[in-house]
């Protein structure tokens, strides 16, 4: 922040004691404008709340107020909002232009890919051009950015200062500089320091990228909600300090040694690791605040006894297009590109007993995935901790599918889950549509077009079985009395699948499933109810 600019937070503090020393009621200042906070699970909130038998509608935030009463209420309300301005102004703050944005654009970019030919560097899953291939598809997820050409160079060390031997580097170079118009070089690794960077590009002349930069503006072309654009602010930290490394050096090559900042007894470095230190600081901290809203509305779901579903799978398996076809929710609207989908969303369905459940739509997984990303996202990542089942979607027909499936069991495995959920997991091939008779060889794997609908019945009643074991619910029989409140009840509380009327003595058989605390509740309400269990 430049001399003579306030902060908006401290604004916001003069604003509001000029109107206390006015008398007014309060001064607002002016927030960062967005859509109500409603942490990574985005709900949408309904009109009235939800019955337990009743799923929330899926999508954006809202909030709900209780009625103010006057006097301290009033006070404490203004308190809240206050901080809520004081939040949102922060937030503005922490969410200002990046210094490592890439400038906007066109980009035409060469893509080069060190190919490792042996040693423990060498994956045993793909090959040179399959990864390319993958490098290709992320540079063509951004906007008015060209391919003019893919290049494979061997390598015996990638992690080498300058990556590729002495003569392959100059056959490289020579190629770069060739190609006409060329304005950017994707290395296909996944980060290089800064120093290797700026050698590079005065070599070669033009902006060098790694996956982790191209990753990550990716993110940041896709983010949407505040927890995202949080997680990629984060992600950031450990670039800018990468660079200021490069930069002081850089300071200290020109002035011949470190400079104190006039009065303040610290160096530039000292002074740039402290803000770097405090902005870190502050990103977790909004990061925490978001976590614990995510955790209440986590509780308000667990109380209403919704199964959880999420549904995991690498960038651009057909995750969203799946959960559409299991809802019907037509405002879903799947993205062939990576990346698509950066926020987790939540979206109420049924299963074939009329039970209702929530699929939690998550963040794609990439192979070779920075670490550093990774970690940003663990935030939001940690919603699937506390999900009732995982489905694990795979595109049976990428050539690359076995070492897709090894990249998110080999996340989720870091993630810390509970066993049970990575025992239960239900793994789905999708995509069969495109490759003729396709049978699974995967024991207990479910084949299934999510864009045509093949085999999503056999899908619901998998998905049915195994949350009927992970939640404890109870499929049973009762006898109710139509004259009292018991069915009324039932259809609040639990999942009524068949009801049979017997009009002679005024009685109806209900057969219902039930969770372990509401089947509770009705037996303490109700204990002259006669119950059949299958």
Known sequence: MGPGRLSQSLLLRCRRAAAAALGASRCRGGPLSARPLSAAIRLRAPQRPPGRGEPPRAGGGARWKGVVGAGGDEEEEEEEDDEEEEDEAELAELLGPSPLALEPGAQRVAVVHPAVKWGPKKSPL????????????????????????????????PDKKFIFGKGNFQVLTEKIKKLPHVTAVFLNVERISSLTKKELEDAWGVKVFDRYTVVLHIFRCNARTKEAKLQIALAEIPLLRSNLKNEVSQLDQQRGGSRYIMGSGETFMETQNRMLKEKELKIRNALEKLRRKRSLLRTQRKKREFPIISVMGYTNCGKTTLIKALTGEAGLQPRDQLFATLDITAHAGYLPSHMAVIYVDTIGFLTDLPHNLVESFSATLEEVAYSDLIVHVR??????????????????????????????????????????????????????SALHG??????????????????????????????????SWLYKEATVQEVEVKPEDGTARVKVIIGNSAFGRYKNLFPNSKIFMP
């Not at 290709?136 to 160079?153: C, E, Y």
């Not at 509970?418 to 793994?427: A, I």
């Not at 999503?456 to 998998?462: A, N, S």
Request: glycine share 2%; aromatic share 2%.
């Open 126 to 157: 793909t090959t040179a051009e399959l990864q390319i291939a993958e490098a290709i598809a992320l540079v063509d997820t951004l906007q008015n950015w060209t391919v003019l050409d893919k290049i494979i160079i061997p390598t015996k060390n």
């Open 395 to 448: 595109d049976i027909t990428h050539p690359e599918t076995i070492l897709q499936k090894a990249t998110v069991l080999s996340v989720l495995k870091n993630l810390n889950l509970p066993s049970h959920l990575l025992d239960s997991m239900v793994e789905v091939h999708n995509k069969v549509d495109l490759i003729e008779r396709y049978k699974p060889t995967e024991e207990n794997a479910l084949a299934i």
């Open 454 to 487: 093949h085999g999503l019945e056999e899908l619901k009643e998998e998905i049915e079985k195994k949350i009927l074991t992970a939640t404890g619910k109870k499929i049973l029989t009762v006898n109710v009395n139509l004259e009292g409140p018991q069915l």
